[in-house]
Each structure stands twice: as structure tokens, then as C-alpha cells.
């Protein structure tokens, strides 16, 4: 992404675990949400909840509204408002992605109705279309950002706003637990700031298994890794398989481990262990990290533990090994996913019926009950006094209470209702979360995007593959369309290093010089500056930036890997595709410099397009789909080299259309959907058919 280049490591510092204390519990029990028995009546909790691990908390009605906080010396800007201080004024707010507009509409509805101050919501090209804004010295007042690290760049790069000059700070503590508090504070270039306001998260690390076939073979929950262990064990005995394990997952194959990993190392290392990782001090080879690897080897690589046998671990879809937890009887029993896992159930299975959960159990009772996060932040990128005002109505549940219904989400608020959640396994999860003892971001999120997303992937998937290769006694097989004959024979010669284009760079062992060349190529030269060959690969979505802020930023639609001989430079054309369509197309002496993506549907719709192999303007169609949020009229010429000119067809336009799609995202969230009848009438019946399915 653009941010990709704007690298910061992220410290998040040590501190202590954050049970809450006598003094902030008292707060807590008499400002928010539910009582236990309350949440008994809409759902039935995994397990029993000691009293001493939950806060009750009791609410007779909804209506009931929390203690206004105390005014600061220059007021509450957010009861000024309400007051009408404000009625006229407009506040630009930016989301990632287009589809999002309604949702946030709707949270807005109520705060521009109290206030009288106008919202207006702009879409960007994921989190790099924020940073774009910024770079063009148009930010927008505030913003929505999923990925802590990109939270952390902005902030360093002295961009936002505190949220305490917004929002009263003894609101903040009433209203969040310190760990959302913490997670939100980072480095600025005067000092630490409270860099955003968590608005919602989903919880990772939780356990799901077949309700009713689990309760019908006696099984219990384990409170215990001990008893984890044990359970699996009985499963074995039983003729069972205890766990679905898979990690295959396209480009971004590992990251499931990486989820696992950081769910052990919370509980079996102090929380400065967690944060060296983060920051860099610690590696995989240090002793903490080597200590929970081995305990998720104590899982993966048991004899009998996973379903398909541990050699199957590194190409079983992840998304698609829960599946076996429904047959009948289940081919494995328990799953180790995010809260979105239950959305990707067979349609049949119900939650508290035929599936429920349970938290991964604590491994060393010194370190309690962690939890794993991810989420939603909103930040601030312009002090005004009717921003302020938005913020501080972002840091109420009430602002968060559209995505309560999403399946998923829960709302970090305090004030939060547990009625406010659409479905019981929403609920359930709303309950849950009162026994963690504190909640930490995914540490892969929060690491600088050269040591955190695919490098760390590739990292852990290699030592997963070679360790199921060796408990299953099969040798790694050579790739589909390598010739045995040719193999070279064994040799003590170490194997070529092989690196993602941007890690390259950024370790200084090459150089890479680019140039424009028309809409669909782009030159590299690359230089070795070591004294061994190098393996540079080039991924599909690797994203080259212009240095011109006239000319389009490029995609890559072919990935590369090229070997590159000390001294030498290696001249290529890579085949890309322009990502911003209002811009000059590239000209020779236009340079580019380059990141790991431009965005993740960006990135994941040039993998369909590859496997895809279609004509260039239909790709390039659907690349301006996404990146431009293109409409039938804008797709326009589509203009190659310098020389020719080509119309993007109505045939084109349609099969553009249908790829979006297809790379899972929505199509009917483009302005493009509002043209399939003049597509269709060109396009013919097969076209018009697709349409009439997605209405």
C-alpha cells in the first residue's frame, strides 16, 4: 500500500496486564451496561463465569443514559453541540471502502439531528486512499482506518489530532477499559498522543465446535490448556479427530499461524515479549516466541490431532476445513478462528445448536485471560470545534450500533446495550468478552509492514512445511511444471536468497530504477549490490507509485520472480494496469517508487484477473472499477502506449463487472451497477441473467 512507505516500528511499550482495578470496576458497575442475569435471559454462556472475573452491571431500560462527563476548562464541545453551538457546520469524514456509506449514514443520522452539524462521507482506495488524501494536502476532518499500523505512521508523521483535546478524558476512562485506552496511545513528534478512538472490533482466538454432537459424547469445555489437551486426547480415544487446521489461503497463506501464535505467546510470556515482537527486538529464534511455537506444535504436529494428517496443513483452504465439524459424525472438533468464521458456516448450522465456542484456555495462570482484537479506528486529522464534536459522539456506542448486527462485531464501549446486539451469537460473544482480563491488537497488524503481512507469512509457512513434511516422511514435491529430468543434482552450495521486491530494498542489497512505459508496462532495471544471486520477487498487486503527481500509479498484473547475479542490472517489463484513471498515462521519464499493495481488494482482485487471463481492457476495466469507483461513461477510451486508442466494449465493461464480483466485492456498491441495463442491452442475455440473480 501508499503506507507501506511510510514505515514506523510501533512500540505499544510495556505495561502491565489490565485488570481492572477496585476503584475503576466501581466506576464501571455504576455507568453501563447489563446485568449477568440479563444476559442469561438472551443467551446461554459457554461456560460458568466466577464472579470475581465479571463486572455487573445493571441498566433498567435503554433509555437510561450514562453520567455526563465533566466539562474541561474550554467546555464540552460534544454538550455544545447538542446545544446548537455548532448548527450549520460540516464535517468530511472518509472510509475505506465504497459500500461502507450506509452504514456510517446511519450512525451519523442521530448526531446530525441533535446537532445540526452535516456529515459528509467520502469513500477512499482502501487506507491508501487516506494517505493519498494527506499527500495532496487535502485530509479529511476525520477517519476511519482498519490496521493499527497505519493508525501509528499517521501519528508519527505528526498528522493527528489527540482525541483528548476532543473527547473529556475521565469519558474515556469511564467509557473504555484501559486496554482500548493503551492500544489507542502512540508515539508522536512531541510526545505520546491518544492517537484514535476504537469504535468496533471483532474478537480472534475463539474455540468453535459442534454443539450438539460435542454435548452428546460428554464432552466438556476446557478451562485449562491442560484440559484442552486432555479433551483432544479423549477425542483420539474415542476414534475421533480433535482439530480442523488449514492455512492455505492464496497470497496470504500463514497469517493463520501467525493468529495462533500470538494467541499462545499472550499466554505463556510476560506482555513485554509480546510487544518485542512487535517492535522488532524479538525475532522467531528468541526463546518466547520458540516457547508458544512449540506449543501450537504440541497441537498441529500430534499424531492424530488434525484432521487430513499434519502434512495437509499448508494447502488446506482455511476457510474451508470447519466444514468437516458438520459431518455426521464430525471429522474434527474444534476450530481455532476470528468471530467472522461464523459467517462462513454451512447455512445449516445454527449457533447454540449445532455450534457454539469457547475462548482458547489460558496456558499460565499469571498471564489471565488475553484477548486478541481486530478492528475499526477512527482518527482526527483536523482540530476544529465541530470534529471535536464527532469525535467525542464516536466514542458512544450508540455510534457503533449498526454494525451490531453484522454477525461479527462488537462494540468496545461500555454504554453499549447487550440488546442492541442482532444475533444471539453476537450476544453471546458480548458476554464472553467480561472474562477477558485484557485485550491486545493482532500483532502482525500492528508490525511495520516490512516484518509484519507477508513476510512474516512466508516466514511461518515455510517452518510449518518443512516440519509436516518431516512428521509425515515426504519429501517437498518440485513445482507442477518443473521437469524432474532437468533437476540439478544435491549440493553443499546454500540455496539462492530469495526476497519480496519491497523487503529488498528496503535491506539495501539492491537498487531498482523505474520507468514509465505507456498504460500496460512498466521498466524496472534492478542492481544486485551483494555478492551472491539474488531471487527478487515481484507478486501480483505489487504497487509502483508515481513520483508525478500527474501521472497514474500501476499494479502489477503478472507477478515476477527474476534472478538477479552480483553486479548485475537486470533490466525487465513488467505487465501492470494504470490505478487512477484521471491521471496522465506514464511517459518514459515518469519514476515510480513501490510498495506491497495498493489496497487488499486491489490486490485480491489482480489475483482473479490473472487466474482469469482475459483481454487487457477488460482487466483494465475492472482495475478502474475498484480504484476509481468507474461508471460505464468513465471507463470512456482506454488509451495504450501512446500511439492507439481502444473503446473499453459494453462486452468488456460487463465481463469487468462480473470479476469485481467475483474478487468479493459487492458490485451493487459501484456506480457501475446503476448501468447494467445499457451494459445488458449490448452484452446480451448471459449478462443480463447474472444481473437478475444479484437482485
Same mark, same amino acid.
Given at each position: 500500500?501508499f ?17 481492572? @482495578? ?7 458497575e455504576?455507568t ?26 445493571e441498566?433498567? @431500560?435503554?433509555?437510561?443514559?450514562v453520567?455526563a ?5 474550554? #467546555? ?13 457546520s ?8 465504497s459500500?461502507?456509506?450506509?452504514r456510517? &449514514?446511519?450512525?451519523? @443520522?442521530? !448526531?446530525?439531528?441533535r446537532? #445540526? ?25 476525520i477517519?476511519a ?7 501509528s505512521?499517521?501519528?508519527?508523521? =505528526? ?16 467509557n ?18 491518544? $492517537? ?19 454435548? $452428546? ?10 484440559e ?11 476414534? =475421533? ?7 492455505? +489461503?492464496g ?8 493468529n495462533?501464535?500470538e ?12 510487544d518485542?515482537w ?6 522467531? &529464534? ?5 516457547? $508458544? ?32 465439524m !458438520? ?6 472438533w474444534?476450530?481455532?478462528?476470528a468471530? !467472522? ?17 469457547? *475462548? ?5 495462570e ?30 458512544r ?6 454494525w ?25 460473544m ?13 500483532a ?10 507477508? *513476510? ?13 513434511? +518431516? ?13 524432474t529430468?532437468?533437476v ?27 520507468? #514509465? +512505459? ?9 542492481k ?20 508525478s ?17 552480483? #553486479?548485475?542490472?537486470l ?80 462486452e ?5 463487472m ?5 474478487s468479493?466485492?459487492?458490485i451493487?456498491?459501484r ?13 446480451? $442475455? ?10
Amino acid at each position: 500500500m501508499f503506507v507501506g512507505l511510510l514505515i514506523l516500528v510501533i512500540t505499544l511499550g510495556s505495561r502491565e496486564a489490565d485488570r481492572e @482495578s477496585a476503584e475503576t470496576v466501581t466506576v464501571r458497575e455504576a455507568t453501563v451496561r447489563r446485568t449477568v442475569e440479563q444476559a442469561a435471559q438472551t443467551v446461554e454462556p459457554t461456560e460458568a463465569v466466577p464472579s470475581e472475573a465479571i463486572v455487573v452491571r445493571e441498566r433498567e @431500560s435503554e433509555k437510561e443514559s450514562v453520567p455526563a462527563p465533566r466539562l474541561r476548562p474550554d #467546555g464540552d464541545l460534544y454538550e455544545q453541540a447538542l446545544a446548537g453551538a455548532f448548527r450549520g457546520s460540516r464535517v468530511e469524514l472518509l472510509v475505506p471502502r465504497s459500500g461502507e456509506e450506509e452504514r456510517y &449514514q446511519e450512525a451519523l @443520522s442521530g !448526531f446530525e439531528r441533535r446537532t #445540526g452539524i452535516g456529515v459528509d462521507i467520502v469513500t477512499g482506495e482502501g487506507t491508501g486512499g487516506l494517505f493519498a488524501h494527506v499527500a495532496g494536502n487535502d485530509p479529511p476532518d476525520i477517519a476511519a482506518v482498519g490496521v493499527l499500523r497505519y493508525v501509528s505512521q499517521l501519528a508519527d508523521q =505528526g498528522l493527528l489530532v489527540d482525541v483528548r483535546g476532543s473527547v473529556p478524558e475521565d469519558w474515556l476512562e469511564t467509557n473504555y477499559r484501559p486496554s482500548w485506552l493503551r492500544m489507542a496511545t502512540m508515539p508522536g513528534p512531541q510526545g505520546e498522543i491518544m $492517537a484514535a478512538i476504537w469504535h468496533t472490533y471483532s474478537p480472534r482466538g475463539l474455540v468453535f465446535y459442534p454443539k450438539d454432537d460435542f454435548e $452428546a459424547a460428554g464432552y466438556e469445555v476446557p478451562e485449562t490448556w491442560d484440559e484442552l489437551m486432555a479433551l483432544s486426547d479423549r477425542i483420539v480415544e474415542d476414534g =475421533g479427530t480433535p482439530w480442523c487446521v488449514g492455512i492455505e +489461503s492464496g497470497p496470504a497463506t500463514g497469517w493463520i499461524v501467525t493468529n495462533w501464535l500470538e494467541d499462545v505467546l499472550l499466554r505463556t510470556a510476560p506482555l513485554e515479549a509480546y510487544d518485542g515482537w512487535i517492535s522488532g527486538d524479538l525475532d522467531l &529464534q528468541s526463546e518466547p516466541l520458540e516457547d $508458544a511455537y512449540a506449543h501450537l506444535a504440541e497441537i498441529w504436529f500430534h499424531e492424530g490431532y488434525v484432521h487430513g494428517g499434519a502434512g495437509a496443513i499448508p494447502d488446506t483452504p482455511y476457510m474451508a476445513c470447519a466444514e468437516a465439524m !458438520f459431518e455426521d459424525p464430525p471429522n474434527c472438533w474444534l476450530h481455532l478462528q476470528a468471530s !467472522f468464521m461464523a459467517g462462513f458456516l454451512p447455512d445449516v448450522a445454527v449457533y447454540g445448536q449445532d455450534y457454539d465456542w469457547f *475462548p482458547l484456555p489460558s496456558i499460565d495462570e499469571a498471564y489471565g485471560q488475553p484477548q486478541t482484537v481486530w478492528g475499526t479506528l477512527i482518527v482526527m486529522l483536523n482540530d476544529r470545534p465541530e470534529v471535536s464534536a464527532a469525535m467525542a459522539y464516536f466514542a458512544r456506542g450508540e455510534s457503533a450500533r449498526p454494525w451490531l448486527d453484522d454477525g461479527m462485531s462488537l462494540s468496545p464501549h461500555e454504554d453499549a446495550l447487550l440488546e442492541w446486539y442482532g444475533t444471539p451469537f453476537q450476544r453471546s460473544m458480548a458476554v464472553g468478552m467480561e472474562q477477558v482480563t485484557a485485550f491486545y491488537p493482532d500483532a502482525s497488524d500492528a508490525m511495520p509492514n516490512e516484518r509484519g503481512g507477508q *513476510p512474516l507469512w512466508q516466514e511461518l509457512t515455510a517452518m510449518v512445511s518443512a516440519q509436516a513434511a +518431516s512428521m509425515e516422511g515426504v519429501a517437498a514435491l518440485p513445482r507442477p511444471d518443473t521437469a524432474t529430468d532437468d533437476v540439478d543434482p544435491p549440493t553443499d552450495r546454500p540455496p539462492r536468497r530469495r526476497g519480496n521486491i519491497v523487503d529488498l530494498i528496503a535491506e539495501g542489497v539492491i537498487e531498482v530504477e523505474t520507468r #514509465g +512505459s505507456g498504460i500496460d508496462e512498466l521498466e524496472l532495471d534492478i542492481k544486485d549490490l551483494l555478492e551472491e544471486a539474488l531471487d527478487v520477487d515481484i507478486p501480483i498487486g505489487t504497487y509502483f507509485l508515481a513520483g508525478s503527481a500527474g501521472a497514474q500509479n500501476m499494479v502489477v498484473r503478472r507477478g515476477e520472480v527474476v534472478t538477479v547475479n552480483p #553486479g548485475e542490472i537486470l533490466g525487465l517489463v513488467l505487465d501492470v494496469a494504470c490505478a487512477n484513471m484521471e491521471r496522465d498515462v506514464p511517459r518514459n521519464e515518469d519514476t515510480f517508487s513501490v510498495a506491497r499493495e495498493g489496497s487488499p481488494e486491489l490486490t485480491q482482485l489482480m489475483i482473479i484477473l490473472n487466474e482469469s487471463k482475459l483481454p487487457y481492457d477488460v482487466e483494465q476495466g475492472a482495475v478502474w472499477i475498484v480504484t476509481n469507483n468507474a461508471n460505464y461513461h468513465d471507463l470512456g477510451t482506454l488509451v495504450s502506449g501512446f500511439t492507439q486508442a481502444r473503446v473499453i466494449s459494453s462486452e468488456d465493461a460487463a465481463r469487468a463487472m462480473q470479476l469485481v464480483h467475483e474478487s468479493g466485492i459487492d458490485i451493487r456498491t459501484r456506480r457501475i451497477w446503476l448501468d447494467r441495463g445499457r451494459i445488458a442491452e449490448e452484452a446480451g $442475455a448471459d449478462f443480463q441473467a447474472w444481473v437478475d440473480s444479484l437482485k
